[in-house]
């Protein structure tokens, strides 16, 4: 018999998307294909998977030095949370109030709300609370089935707050059990000392801080809007950034219909997210590329805006798609990537299984992990989580509470949301 860390068995149904290729995105119809297991287990070694397969065919060839019954769960792969903002230091509820009232976005930005109110309390907070307040958060993440995140800086705006932002994350990467890419998002508007030079604010990005903390960060992101930086601006930190070795992702095309997706097609960018007022020409070039389109309808939702992205055009055009929370303390305050689900089910049609491939495989491809994370292929991370569902088509169904009963992170449980499991479980795995 071979030997395994774990085997996971008697799952009711197993959705490991192996039906699928081990590495890169789906697109067009492949998206909608994710093939059910009944009665299946997993076994697992040193972090990754060795097999999946029937329940007892498994159990008669696998010699585990723990086991863990999962019947009665659906079990699919860890969520891949592409787009999330967790480092601030407070929440903007007096702006929701705002909101709810009928003021618009833009216009509380104007007048120094929005990320500029956000960037005063970071500036302001001490190091050690801004990074407990972090690892809080990204610990009801993992809570809720995400084992891998894009996290941005942005809040910052200056060369020290910025690093100490990015820092804050690879601590709490190191020390969470929970995949962290981080980007540097200092292009998320003009620097409240810069608001009447913001030139002088885009040279500061170009010639200081994108080489100061490209050690420190994956990808450079970008804010593309009027009110912002406009396309020649964005250009111009996208070419240099790329030249220091930064992967790109953009937030284009949110509120106006400025050409950002385009641009992003043209600067080779791993993302274009937001996308409400994309063009049809913008639809076309995500289709034409492989920049993946980041959904974000939980955004919409919360700033209440008429448009959605055209998530199912972009699907039926066979773009990238992939759906992410925009967790941010402002126009977007949800870690829940199963709330996304549904949100896209309503506004954009999906399926179930075009929800699962969005918020695993795709966002994977978009962080260049995809050869790691992202699908239950053997020799893989072994990430997945256990949702309490009866069945998998009713993914993204449920709202307002919790589906993911139990998170495993590289072979180990991380996170546990039911009495139905053992609740020495994490403390015998850690």
Not at 49 to 76: C, F, K, N, Q, T
Request: hydrophobic content about 40%; some cysteine.
């Amino acid at each position: 018999m071979r030997e395994c860390d774990v085997l996971y068995r008697q799952i009711h149904q197993l959705v490991p998307l192996t039906d699928g290729p081990r590495d890169g995105p789906v697109r067009g119809d492949d998206l909608g294909r994710a093939a059910v297991l009944e009665n299946a287990a997993i076994a697992t070694a040193n972090g990754v998977v060795l097999e999946i397969g029937p329940d007892e065919e498994l159990a008669g060839r696998y010699d585990a030095a723990a086991e863990l019954d999962l019947s009665g769960y659906v079990v699919v792969p860890g969520f891949v949370d592409a787009h999330t903002h967790p480092v601030f230091a407070k929440t903007r509820e007096n702006e929701f109030l705002l909101r709810c009232r009928g003021a618009d976005y833009v216009e509380i930005a104007k007048q120094g709300g929005g990320i500029l109110s956000s960037v005063r309390a970071l500036r302001e907070i001490d190091e050690d609370t801004l990074e407990e307040r972090v690892r809080t958060r990204i610990e009801r993440m993992l809570a809720c089935g995400t084992t891998t995140i894009e996290a941005k800086s942005g809040y910052g705006l200056d060369l020290d707050s910025e690093r100490k932002s990015l820092e804050i994350l690879q601590r709490v990467g190191d020390a969470l059990p929970i995949t962290i890419s981080r980007t540097m998002l200092a292009a998320h508007e003009v620097a409240p000392e810069y608001r009447e030079d913001p030139p002088a604010y885009v040279e500061l990005l170009c010639s200081r801080i994108l080489p100061e903390l490209r050690p420190l960060a994956d990808s450079c992101d970008i804010f593309v809007e009027e009110h912002v930086f406009g396309i020649e601006d964005a250009r111009r930190i996208c070419l240099r950034a790329r030249d220091l070795g930064y992967r790109l992702r953009l937030h284009v095309d949110e509120l106006s219909p400025l050409g950002g997706t385009e641009l992003a097609v043209e600067v080779g960018a791993a993302s274009a997210d937001h996308l409400a007022r994309i063009s049809e020409r913008g639809i076309e070039a995500l289709a034409a590329s492989e920049t993946t389109a980041m959904l974000l309808p939980g955004t919409i939702f919360f700033l209440d805006k008429p448009a959605h992205a055209p998530g199912r055009k972009l699907a039926d055009h066979g773009a990238i798609v992939a759906l992410a929370t925009d967790f941010n303390p402002g126009s977007c305050y949800t870690w829940s990537l199963p709330m996304i689900a549904t949100l896209a089910r309503i506004h954009y049609a999906f399926t179930p299984q075009e929800c699962l491939n969005a918020m695993t495989r795709n966002p994977a491809f978009s962080l260049g992990l995809d050869h790691e994370r992202g699908t239950l292929h053997e020799g893989k991370a072994c990430d997945f989580v256990a949702l309490d569902l009866p069945d998998f088509e009713l993914f993204g169904y449920e709202f307002g509470d919790n589906p993911v009963a139990l998170t495993v992170k590289d072979g180990r449980p991380v996170a546990l949301n039911t009495r139905d499991v053992d609740a020495g479980l994490l403390e015998r795995f850690s």
